[in-house]
Structure formats: C-alpha cells, structure tokens
C-alpha cells in the first residue's frame, strides 16, 4: 500500500518529521511547506466541504486526501479576533460553581483556559502503521460488512422502552450477544451524516457506535481487551435489513521485535467521524484520532492482541477486523484540565466544529466546548501551536452523556431520573423531553432533520432516531 502524501519525501530529518506530525494534524499550508523546503502549491488541498471525495477514496482502496480547507484560506488560525495566547488568564474556572442555575440555559465560561495539543508519539505511531500497512491487508471502514455480518433486530416505534420519545423515527436492538453482553458497553455515536457533506458514503447511511470493555463482568477472561466500534448500514432500517460489524481499536506501536498492536482501554464515551478520521473521547487525556481508510484485516481465530511469536499472524482478540490510530489532542499541561467525556460534531455551523463535553453527575458546572475543525482537522493557533476552544459553556445539566448542536439549538442526553433530553441554547432555559433508559451519546442527520442516540443498559441497548425537536411537546 502506498504511503500517504507526507511521506513522500524520505530524506527527512527528525526536525522535520515533527513538523510534518503536528502539522498533518492541525496546521497551515504554508508552515507545512516551510517545514518541507517547498512551495504551499506542492501540497494537494481540497476543502473543507468536500468530504464526499475524500470517502469515495478511501472506498475504493485508497489513501484520502484530508479536507485541509484550502481555496486559499488559512487553516491553521482561528476567526477570533484577539488570539487566546494575547490574552492574561487567571485561575482555572472552578469545578463546582454555586452561582450556576440547573435548566437555566446554557452559560458562558473562561475558554482560554482550555487548551490541547499534539501528541509526540504521533511520529511512532505513524512509522509503526506504514510498517504494519506493509504487512496485513487493509480496507476502509465502509467495506467491512457483508451479506454474513450480524443483523441488528429492527423494534416497533410502538416499544414500552421508548414511548416517552415524541417523535420517534427508527429504533432497532443488536443481536442477541451483544444485547446482552455484560462486559461490553455501548457509548458513543456517529455516522456519515457527520463524515460526509451528503451524508452518505457511496450512497449509503452508516453509523457508528463505541464500546468500552468490562473485563470484571466478562467470565471468559479477566483481561482489558479495550474498546471498540461497530458499523452499522441504516440505509435500509424502514424495510428492517440493518447488518453491522464489530472492529478493535488498537494503536500500532513500535516494539524491539517489529511494529505491534495494542489494546486502547478508554471509556470511548463519544464519537465525531469527520472525513476520514474519527475522534474518539479519552475522558482523562483529550482525543484520540483513528483512520478509517485503512481498517487492519487480522486474524479472528487467534486469542491475544498482536503478532502471534508461532505463526507471524496477527490477532485482535478474537476480532477480524482492528481500526488503527493515528495521532492524539491531548490537554496540554500549560492550561486547565477539564473531562473529555464525549465529542460530536457540528457540521451546520460555519466553519464546522467538534463539540466536547463533561460528565458531572453531581453538580450543573460540566462544561461543553466546540473546536474549530478545517476539513479532518482541528485548528491550531499559529502564535503557540496549541489548539484553544471556539466557544465554552456551562451546561447548568448534571449528568450529561452526550451533546450536539444543530442549527444553533443545542441538546442535551441525560441520565438524571429515568432519563432526559433537553433541548437549550445560551441563556435559554431548558426543554424537557421524554427519553430512554440508560441514554448516552447523540448525533444530528440533517436528511430528515434527525438526531440519533444510543441507551447502554443490557437487554435495553437501543439505537433510534427521532425527529428534531424545535419546541416544548
């Protein structure tokens, strides 16, 4: 498999690698060629709303083109008038705030404070996927189902468990394993609605949903087998043909005998599939980033994670298929440590932003925070090379599992009581609307104007849609 475009050049020096690596992640074209010794035109650009493309590359084998928002603009620098680094910051603001107001709205906060940046060992992880690349047969994330992958069991919208959602849409229930299934819980959501300017990815609707392991509740191994995401096609849910795949997340990491595969034992709270790449929630450490044009074929019969020391074969703990990382955001020491409980992506703001949010179950002062994103990436500050958050608020909503913005109305998903949902903007006080047990991440589809949640509790493990709510039922 060819190498991507930023290693065309093979006599770099370990200066320029790291430059390469922050930048392939998050800069400009013209300090990207800088770095390169070349002029910004050497380096293909495509823009930031042309995400089709990119999918439809990577469908048919290849490697995609990222989304850098070219077109002559500037990718790395936000539209902020003053930049967050010319700006005198005080104490990180506080984790509990008596002055907040549950169901008040949504209220501003301090969002200099807040800030990630690469990770270092981006440039590791890379060397290691090229080499793994060379070894195992790889397929993008779209093509992993069949006419064999599990079939999902699709509900009627008449089921006791949702018929406190108004507006329900589509629901369906995994197959009898995963349904009940202990040891592995589902978390995150996202889809080609996210992904692709048209929603679709070569004319289908997928999702995609992520699953923290229980080893304590698992009776066949008390190892960490780490976290996972399932595709799911619901192209055709109305006429109840909805099939899925399982694949491992795993990080390539160079060992004293080759590159390797590990585990990455996170709780995946949330999913944003922006492009090619998907930003998975590392609650204590930022986001991670995984590439899924080139999905690793491993081999399912194998136990372990890894290269097999008898056969030279790789294996994913019993799975066929392991969804590769790429790079990670990660807080930055220098600024104010907040939980990475989950991510979205809103795709109807301008420029598009990644929104991330914290889990407080006591208290209204988790807060929620959007990222400029310019095509697959997120934007750096040029005067730090830190990433700093567009927009901060205050959710005044405890337990929040998962938020989205759509058209500038925000929503909520909370596990307070039996569940709710909350449709809010800022200052605006809170909508109630029914919910589900067990409710976790969302997802807004614009086709049909319809946001898409997951419930996590075994036995009750619903996917469904709903019609946006625009106002109070």
């Known amino acids: 498999m060819g190498k991507p475009w930023f290693w065309a050049r093979h006599a770099m020096t370990t200066t ?3 430059n390469l690596w ?3 992640l998050g800069g400009t ?7 390169a010794g070349c002029s910004a035109n050497e380096f ?3 823009s930031a709303t042309d995400r089709d493309r990119g999918q439809a590359g990577a469908a048919a084998g290849g490697t995609a083109g990222g989304g850098d928002g070219g077109g002559g603009e500037t990718p790395g620098a936000t539209d902020d008038p003053v ?4 700006l005198e910051q005080g104490p990180c603001p506080a984790e509990h705030d008596a002055a907040l107001t549950q169901g008040a709205g949504l209220v501003p906060a301090p969002r200099c ?18 080499a793994l690349a060379l070894e195992l047969d790889t397929v993008a994330l779209p093509d992993v189902l069949t006419e064999n992958s599990p079939a999902m069991v699709t509900v009627p919208l008449t089921e006791p468990e949702l018929a406190r959602i108004d507006g329900l849409v589509a629901a369906m ?15 995150g959501i996202s889809g080609s609605a996210d992904a692709a300017a048209s929603g679709r990815i070569g004319g ?3 999702l995609a949903v992520s699953w923290y392991h229980k080893p304590e509740d698992d009776p066949a191994t008390n190892t960490n087998y780490g976290s996972r995401i399932s595709l799911i096609d619901v192209t055709d849910v109305d006429s109840g043909v909805v099939r899925y795949e399982h694949a491992l997340l795993v990080r390539p990491a160079e060992m004293d005998d080759g590159p390797n595969l590990v585990p990455v034992p996170i709780h995946v709270g949330g999913l944003a599939w922006v492009g090619q790449r998907l930003f998975v929630a590392d609650t204590a450490n930022g986001l991670r980033v995984f590439d899924t044009s080139r999905v690793f074929r491993v081999n399912p019969e194998l136990s372990g994670i890894g290269r097999n020391a008898q056969t030279g074969s790789f294996a994913a703990h019993g799975y066929a298929l392991a969804l590769p990382q790429i790079g990670m955001y990660q807080i930055a020491k220098e600024g104010c440590w907040h939980r990475f409980s989950f991510v979205s992506a809103d795709v109807t703001s301008e420029p598009p932003v990644l929104i991330t949010g914290e889990y407080h179950g006591r208290d209204v002062a988790g807060k929620l925070l959007t990222w400029p994103l310019f095509g697959e990436r997120l934007g750096v500050d040029d005067a730090s090379t830190f990433v700093f958050p567009q927009e901060a608020f205050y959710a005044q909503q405890p337990s929040v599992q998962g938020a989205v913005r759509a058209n500038g109305s925000w929503y909520l998903s909370c596990s307070i009581a039996d569940g709710r949902m909350f449709r809010t903007g800022e200052n605006e006080a809170h909508e109630t609307h029914g919910w589900v047990i067990g409710p976790e991440d969302m997802m807004y589809q614009s086709e049909g104007d319809l946001l898409w949640s997951v419930s996590e509790f075994t036995g009750r493990r619903f996917v469904f849609s709903l019609k946006r709510p625009l106002s109070t039922p």
């Open 204 to 206: 289908r609707n997928y």
């Open 83 to 86: 930049s967050c680094v010319e």
């Open 173 to 187: 229930q995994w197959a009898d394993r995963d349904s009940w299934d202990r040891s592995w819980m589902p978390q």
């Open 16 to 18: 320029y690698q790291k």
């Open 113 to 130: 404070h807040f800030k990630l940046e690469l990770n270092p060992e981006g440039i590791a992880t890379e060397r290691a996927l090229e």
């Open 29 to 35: 074209f013209a300090a990207m060629a800088a770095a």
């Open 22 to 24: 922050r930048l392939a």
């Open 44 to 46: 293909p650009a495509s």
